[in-house]
């Protein structure tokens, strides 16, 4: 039955049914791809990105040691402090009863560092990506019911916002972390419970300025549910800026997640960028020029960083044609 | 002497898609104290005109070729010092929406001479004189020197504008439309000050809009624009009287007239041409009712035609002829092929036996010609009988404003906006009512009360036998599937992230229809009933695709997918261009009648209600001022307010003087109650009573209501002595 209506219109040169949505979804897409289209700094960015996914997911396949475990020579001893092969003194390695094939050497405590650095990216990327989608989610949401219904509903949510705007950010961390243990969630918690803050508070003034617009009444005079307005009128609308605020908030979790590990308030037991640091600082490797252990984790941290804030502009521009001549 | 000369200008503009010919060879002279009107629809080059002759072009304009000449100087040679030198002393400028450039954070006055000390070498003591004399000139009391800009209404800035600009005593004043977006009585006052003004101090005047009326009230001669190139050139007289260009009778037929109403207004089809690549011939062509062969290949050159007129037709020697065929609307009625797109539009009248007959309606005079295309039969659309539709019975609504936890830390007092004042109506199937009055009177608060956009704070709204108030979800939706709305902006009404066929569809969805096939046939039927022809054309399109009159056919058809039998429309036409808002009225005339569809019209311009309306009401501070029939209400107005609303209406014939407005502008903010008459403190007629007395409301045998103490048991009241203007 549907099939010969299909088939009917075919003939009829009716477009089909499918054709004919123009559903918001692929409207979306279409955005998206003109983001990546139009900036290839975004494109960059998303490159970025996919390398260290590649890199996270297949982590135990290419670091070639354990990160955590020391490594030990023929006496059983750790190999402290190892420079990376290419700097080391020949025969050196020899000479400890151990072979040098570390790329960036090893810890104070005898881990291999080039393989610290593959495991960061997977703490890295899962703080980024799930702070980010949390902190998107809920401020969306958030705006957009704050913005749709106003009244009591806008006072309790903007006031809330207003706390959270109050609280400062990296204390915030610390003390959640005194309540729970010391684990990466911690910051997506914190991340999650706060920044929704600046997305919602977009999405509402933005949502103000759409409900307004004629189309929606019509929607409402078409007998349209409120839930109807908000996802399929409202929504498409302003999803671009949700990933637009959703990429500047992977960077500044990364970002986050490096702090608090520097301070020390991270899980032990999972290799960051941000703990690699607190290493090695704490290992006096800056006065011992170990510039092979700091400045990879540090490398790392602001590339996904810059690649979290490309894509975001990327968003800004298609959003905002202004910014383009600036 | 001839102030201003304008030669073969060209004004090109670069754009990506290739170069715009925004002016192309236009000639023009102006002598001084002329008064020349320079008419024509948007886009075709009336502002980019202006802009060339005080050299303001955009950066990717460029003027091609030909001379200004200004009292002998050419313009284009002038190096940019001293074209600054005359700009505003010699040549001054009122741009478009020019009352919003005033500097809101500098007192009028001090604006006003600061422009003097600076560029009129004025002393500070001469500046003050001076701009208190300027103030006098445009009417405007000269204690308002030290408000700042917001305190002004819109007719008072527009007033400070124009001293503004005369304050260099120039010798030509270019006004870019000058009264666009002001309300008629407004209007109607900053026409007069323009005339005053002319006749004082013999100014010479360019004025720039696409309203003819406004140009038939001011100007002594006309040109009209279009498509970049002047197509008419005459005195003022005989333009009205016998237009000599096709374009000049279409936009003349399109304009509805208080004074000389017509049964059907023309709309002029089709776009104006690409200007990136102009057509070879003539460019009025594709939308010429009398084109021929020969209009396609030779590009007519405005020629004189005798009387100092000149027209660029190739057929203008048979003018007298083509003027008595262009009375029938018929003749403008044409299948079009633009931007890609087929469509049809009417300008036809309605069908010669409405299936709904109507009180007041069989009588009208239908004309003879009937559509070749029957739109399919009325397939669920109600039945006709007698018992109103809809009621209103004192229905108030009320906003409190300035309250609200933010308020009351700043210390504001709530106050009480009645926005819809105890006003009551019935509306029968079939019948079509239009509400007017100046913003601000609550017609549009009316409008989302009707459709349960807002609910009221008092009274009840019953729609066939129901209560608005108190509806629970199943009678709701049903409801909302029988009553509709039609928007102003036609831009802003349909998602632009839906295509058209899904924005038609989705009132189909929401009302439970799952069978796609089903949907697609009725959205199908509906675009056809509107004119969208082929339908399937249009499905696929997205908003942004097509133009405002297409648009607005889109939104109609929203309206009417769900077969309602109530329709509200909110300013239909104010946002679209003269030539095609006759169009829509049409479709949306006939297609009431076809289908016996209720309608409301929201309108501020009364010609446009005694078109399309059967009864019209007038509206103030909240409530119903006067209702009655259409013709009764314009031809016999009873309340005071409606008289002054009808004077004020520009009328789009020279030889028609408007009676003297006797009101002044400005609605009093609505946060009082009045206990007698709310129009009172403007009224030219007030009396003692109808400050203390609530006026009556008094019923002729016609059905038509007056809400006025003249016509009552206080009609010997002594009157109040007031200084009128």
Known sequence: MQQDAMAREGQSGKPTARFRQGSAIRQLWETNLEVFQRDKMALFGLLIFAVFALVAILAPQIAPNDPLNPLKNNNGDWIKDAMPYWLAEPGEDEAEGYTNTFLLGTTNIGRDIYSQLIHGSRSALLVGFSAAAAVAVIGTVIGLLAGYYGGWVDTILMRAADVAFGIPFIPFIIVISAFFDPSIWNVVIAMALLLWRDTGRVIRSQVLVIKEQAFVSAARVSGASDLRIIFVYIAPSILPLSFLYGSFAIAWAILTEASVSFLGFSDPETISWGYMLQDAFNSLALSREAFYWIVPPGLCIMLTVMAGFFIGRGYEEVLFPRLRRM | ?725
């Open chain 2, 1 to 725: 002497m001839t102030i201003l000369s304008i030669r073969d200008l060209s004004v090109n503009y670069a754009t990506q898609d290739g170069t715009v010919q925004a002016v192309d060879g236009v000639s023009l002279d102006l002598e001084e104290g002329q008064r020349l009107g320079l008419i024509g629809e948007s886009g075709c080059g009336k502002t980019t005109l202006l802009k060339a002759i005080v050299q303001v072009l955009p950066r990717n304009g460029r003027i091609a070729g030909g001379k200004i000449l200004f009292k002998g100087m050419d313009l284009l040679q002038l190096p940019a010092a001293e074209m600054r030198q005359l700009r505003w002393r010699e040549i001054a400028t009122i741009p478009q929406a020019s009352m919003d450039s005033l500097n809101p954070v500098q007192r009028v006055g001090s604006q006003l001479t600061k422009l003097l000390r600076v560029r009129g070498g004025y002393s500070k003591k001469a500046a003050l004189k001076r701009a208190a004399d300027l103030f006098d000139l445009v009417g405007l009391d000269t204690e308002r020197l030290t408000h700042y800009p917001h305190e002004f209404s819109g007719g008072m800035k527009q007033r400070a504008v124009i001293a503004m600009a005369l304050a260099l005593e120039p010798s030509l004043l270019i006004a870019d439309e000058p009264v666009t977006a002001l309300d008629v009585i407004v209007q109607h006052q900053i026409l007069e000050v323009l005339r005053e003004l002319e006749q004082e101090l013999n100014l010479t005047v360019m004025l720039i809009t696409h309203d003819i009326s406004v140009v038939a009230q001011v100007c002594d001669s006309v040109s009209v624009m279009y498509a970049g190139r002047i197509v008419e050139q005459a005195a003022a007289e005989p333009f009205f009287s016998s237009p000599a260009h096709p374009y000049s009778l279409g936009l003349q037929q399109a304009f509805p007239n208080l004074a000389r109403p017509r049964d059907v207004l023309v709309s002029i089809e089709g776009y104006p041409p690409d200007l990136r690549e102009p057509p070879s011939g003539c460019r009025f062509a594709e939308r010429c009712p009398f084109v021929q062969e020969a209009c396609h290949d030779i590009d007519p050159k405005l020629e004189a035609i005798g009387d100092g007129r000149a027209a660029a037709c190739l057929r203008s020697n048979e003018m007298d002829v083509l003027r008595v065929q262009s009375e029938d609307p018929s003749l403008w009625q044409r299948v079009e092929v633009a931007q890609g797109l087929s469509l049809a539009e009417d300008g036809q009248p309605p069908p010669k036996s409405p299936p709904i007959a109507m009180k007041g309606d069989l009588d009208a005079p239908l004309p003879a010609t009937i559509s070749a295309e029957t739109p399919p039969s009325p397939s669920q659309w109600g039945e006709v009988d007698d018992a109103p539709l809809l009621e209103l019975q004192n229905v108030s609504k009320r906003f409190k404003i300035g309250g609200g936890l933010a308020g009351l830390l700043r210390g504001d007092k709530e106050q009480t906006v009645y926005a819809v004042n105890n006003i009551s109506f019935s509306l029968k199937r079939g019948e079509s009512l239009g509400l007017a009055g100046e913003s601000g009177c609550g017609k549009s608060t009316t409008g989302k009360l009707l459709v349960k956009l807002i609910d009221a704070s008092d009274g009840e709204i019953i729609f066939d036998g129901a209560d608005l108030a108190g509806m629970d979800d199943d009678s709701l939706l049903t409801f909302r599937s029988r009553v509709q709305l039609m928007f102003q902006n036609p831009f802003e009404a349909l998602n632009p992230r839906f295509t058209l066929y899904r924005s038609l569809t989705e009132p189909l969805i929401i009302h439970g229809w799952k069978d796609e096939n089903k949907r697609l046939d009725r959205v199908i039927e509906t675009l056809d009933r509107v004119n969208l022809r082929p339908a399937e054309v249009f499905l696929d399109k997205y908003p942004h695709q097509l133009s405002g009159g297409q648009l607005q056919r889109v939104v109609l058809a929203r309206a009417l997918v769900l077969h309602p039998d109530f329709l509200v429309a909110d300013e239909p036409v104010s946002m679209l261009d003269v030539s095609v808002r006759a169009g829509i009225l049409n479709t949306t005339r006939r297609l009431a009648r076809e289908l016996g569809l209720a309608t409301v019209y929201i309108s501020h311009d009364l010609s446009l209600l005694q078109y399309t309306c059967d009864r019209i009401a007038i509206m103030y501070l909240g409530e119903i001022v006067e209702i009655g029939p259409s013709d009764q209400v314009i031809n016999n107005p009873q309340h005071p307010y409606t008289k002054a609303l009808i004077a004020a209406v520009p009328v789009p014939d020279p030889t028609i003087e408007n009676p003297p407005l006797r009101i002044q502008e400005g609605i009093p903010r609505p946060t009082e109650q009045f206990i007698g008459c709310p129009f009172a403190q403007r009224c030219p007629d007030a009396m003692e009573a109808c400050l203390t007395v609530r006026p009556p409301q008094i019923t002729d045998e016609n059905e038509h209501t007056a809400q006025c103490h003249l016509y009552g048991e206080h009609r010997d009241s002594p009157k109040l002595e007031r200084q009128l203007p």
